[in-house]
């Protein structure tokens, strides 16, 4: 009886043989380790920042190569050599893989065990974001200074530099973080940012459990924290601009803006402070993602104002606070 042949996996890499029928073993090159370093988030191996996920092409286009020489080196070091794995992906058809540091990967450039990957949709869509941030500013001549050249400026304040967690703002009686590091995007001039946040549908907008997280709980912090100008104490900074990313959801979005709008009217805050958020859609974990051209550049939308761009001259949203 005709059997038939079992079709390979087009998400799994399956080991590369001798002819001998041997695993084929290979230590990373230079060029392979550059991968490495670039999948090592926290450490000081790598500025702006290393990543916990990429996806292929973003790690081609962050490293400079051609995208077929970074899958020679990708296959490499996944298939033969054990130093990167396939965690999960977003099979369709449209996707590249995501790659991620192994425990065999992380000893061979002195660095301890990857931490386990919580929330991997969430972190996934963070990585992409970072990634295209750091691409704009090559792309646009621009500057990106990471938490370490924040933390180590002459204006930071000392206080707190002294803190347990520095990175986190002071609201009230408890404290707040982004979903990234802060960071500096300096084009025509410095936009500080205490991070990111990377919105995946999970959160309510609104709640009336004020202990559960919520869209409507991260913009009121926000909005004290502008209107309190803690982010001057804190960070030392006189910038202050909060990307919210969306995905897939374009009513959501609208919907977030409308959200804030009716926030600041309540509060009975200055209109202006709208400038401070940019709101930015990018397509479902299933969806074919978005080129690494560096699109956090432009295009992000804003709560009854123009749209804004980190690369093009418009009007100052210092004194907005």
Known sequence: MATTAKRRSRWKKPPLLKKDGTKRRREPTQKDEEILRLLTPGSDLRRPWGYSL????YISALLERYHSSALESLD?????????????QPINNFRH??????????????????????????????????????IAARKHGAELYSWPAIYSSDQFPNATRDLKNPMAIPVGNRTMRADWEPFVFKSHKFFFMPGFEADTG??????????????????????????????RSHFGANTFFVPFIVMRDEQR???MMELLQRIIAQRKLPKAYAKHFGFRLIPGFYEKPLLPTGWAADGWKRAGYEDFSFVEREESIEDAA
């Open 54 to 57: 990429l996806r292929s092409h």
């Open 76 to 88: 490499n070091l996944t298939a033969a050599g054990g130093f990167l794995y396939l965690p999960e």
């Open 97 to 134: 893989l995501v790659y991620a540091l192994s425990e065999k990967g992380a000893k061979h450039i002195g660095q301890p065990r990857p931490k386990h990957i919580h929330l991997y949709r969430h972190e996934l869509m963070s990585c992409d974001i970072a990634a295209s941030f750091e």
């Open 202 to 231: 999970t959160e309510p907008l609104d709640s009336a459990d004020r202990t559960r997280s919520s869209i409507r709980l991260k913009f009121e912090d926000y909005l004290t924290v502008i209107h309190e100008r803690t982010y």
């Open 253 to 255: 979005l609208a919907d």
